[in-house]
């Protein structure tokens, strides 16, 4: 055995070595690599898209807007160019699925916190309720980041058109009540090109994991 050992084990050892790099690259190949859909009004629920849209099967991307934010100043596209952001729809004092949506988009900004290429953008859809001080106390109790994260307010009609019409997230509310939304658990996910990513449930952990890993990919694009 030694012998044999000895005159073939060169050949064995490169054999080994050759037959593991084969492998690897034979199961590189074979892997799926990852991939995000792009989101367009066609391919979500029509409940949370507004119905002049709800055909739209390509080349949807969130329309340019302008709000302000919890300082008082105002927040457009620009501010948000080049970026990676989340997006959610929620209002200062609920009680039910908020405070969960608000820790978890949290640890968002803490995961992403040394990356300047991701923001979040929250929109309250009680305008007439949470004006800007509201917001300010809001972000101060939450340990919002100013630089990397918005909670803006504005003109109702705006923030209903950008809810149904962009992020393709937010139930319309009672249809005798012009611009009356409800808003749901979904956080939406946008690319440097404006294009919805994807949808994520905010109270859920398994989603943030998902949210996270997205954000990761499309940080490396």
Not at 63 to 79: E, L, M, R, V, Y
Not at 126 to 149: C, G, I, R
Not at 192 to 206: I, L, M, S
């Amino acid at each position: 055995m030694s012998r044999f050992l000895k005159k073939y084990g060169l050949f064995l050892g490169i054999f080994v070595v050759f037959s593991i790099v084969v492998l690897s690259l034979f199961y590189s190949a074979l892997k799926p690599k990852k991939t995000l859909p792009i989101y367009n009004p066609a391919d979500v629920n029509p409940e949370l898209v507004d119905s002049t849209i709800q055909y739209k099967s390509k080349y949807h991307t969130i329309a340019d807007f302008s709000f302000t934010n919890q300082n008082g100043k105002t927040i457009t596209q620009k501010d948000y160019e080049g970026k990676i952001y989340v997006a959610d729809f929620f209002f200062t004092t609920c009680a039910t699925i908020c405070p969960k949506m608000t820790t978890n988009l949290s640890e968002i900004q803490t995961a992403f916190a040394n990356n300047p290429k991701v923001k979040l953008l929250s929109h309250t859809v009680f305008p007439e309720t949470d004006n800007v001080a509201v917001l300010k106390a809001y972000a101060k109790k939450h340990n919002v980041d100013d630089s990397q994260w918005n909670l803006v307010t504005g003109d109702k009609k705006e923030i209903y058109a950008m809810a149904r019409k962009s992020y393709l997230a937010v139930k319309m509310g009672k249809p005798e009540e012009l611009y009356d939304m409800v808003h749901t658990e979904n956080f939406v996910l946008v690319d440097t090109k404006k294009r919805v990513r994807g949808f994520y449930d905010g109270t859920n952990k398994e989603d943030m994991k998902r949210l996270i890993e997205d954000i990761t990919f499309l940080s490396n694009q």
